[in-house]
Structure formats: C-alpha cells, structure tokens
C-alpha cells in the first residue's frame, strides 16, 4: 500500500476540513509571497544565483523553500497523533513520555521542491498568479495534503531511517520505512 493510500485511511479529511479556511489562506499567502520574491529574482538578474542547485544539490531557494513549503507551507501541522498514523512501536508502548517524534514521511525539502515546481510550471506557462492560487489552494492542496503528512514514530525507529537517499517515488512506497523495518498503523 502506498503512502498516498495509508493517509486516505487516516482523519486527514476530517481534520483538514475543521481547519480548511485557515490552511487555505495560509497556504495561497504563501503562494503569493513567493511568486513575488521569484520576480524580484528575476528583475535583479540574480535567479541563476538564487535558484540554480549547486554541485551538492541545493541552492539558497531549495534550503528556503524547505521552511517556507515543507514546515509551514499550510500553518497546520499534520502530525501523527492529529490524523492517527504511528508506527507499530508507538502504538506498543504503555507510556510514550518523550520516546516519540513526528516523522514527515515525504520529507520537508522533497515536500518544498515538489510544490514550487508545480507553481514554477504554471508560472512559466504565463498563468497569472490569480489562476495559480486559485487552482493550488482549490484544487491541488486537498489531493495533495500527504506531503504534509507525518506519523509518530519512535526516537530510536527515527534514527534508523535513512535521510535523503530516496525518490519521491520510493518514498511513496515507504521503502525506506521497509527498511528500517517500521510499520504504521492507522488509528481513527
């Protein structure tokens, strides 16, 4: 099963609709904030500078947009216990104390690349930023919302996972929770 599956499973609707307007506002401001920085970029004459990834695969933009898109993209946290994914090892566990961490499956700077490339694309293409932040906040967001998603894990099941060593595709596949031998569970 992937990822994608096991989130639809999880609250992730229930609770992404009792927070939707704020999620939704936050995420077009970011929309617009970006796009606007991009072209300030671009009327400097500094994208190459700013945007182009360097021999060791990043890039000002790609650090930025990990913080910007990946942890506050939505001003919501998806965490483990909020929509109900963990691990087998938590849900074990009598007492979690501070045993426990939330693990963004996708990865936050996977999570920022991917979504400013889709708006970079529409960008390019001469859409206007209206029709941007009209499509990703109405249309792209909700079927998109497992990017966000994290699940609770144990401390010593995250040290085992492996950082970024995967696809996107593998990821989705949760390869790299296969092989750190962790197993998530839903929990309504």
Known sequence: MSFKEVVKKSKIKQVYNENKK??????????????????HFVNEGAVDMYY???????????????LVWGYNGLGFNFTGTKIGLYS?????????????TND????VTEVGTRVWNVILVMYKS??????IVNYMVNEWLE??????????????????LKRA????????????YEEADIKIVVKK
Not at 52 to 65: R, V
Not at 88 to 100: R, S, T
Not at 144 to 160: A, G, M, P
């Open 143 to 160: 079927n998109n919302l497992h990017l966000w998603s994290q699940v609770q894990i144990l401390k010593s099941e995250d040290r085992n």
């Open 104 to 107: 963004h499956v996708v990865g």
């Open 52 to 66: 182009n990834i360097n021999d060791k695969g990043s890039s000002p933009n790609k650090k930025f947009h990990r």
């Open 165 to 176: 060593k995967h696809t996107y595709e593998e990821k989705m596949s949760l390869v790299h």
């Open 126 to 131: 001469g859409k206007s930023v209206d029709d």
């Open 88 to 100: 087998e090892g938590v849900l074990n566990l009598e007492k979690k104390g501070n045993l426990c």
């Open 22 to 39: 704020n999620i939704q506002l936050v995420f077009a401001g970011h929309i617009h904030a970006e796009l606007s920085r991009y072209e």
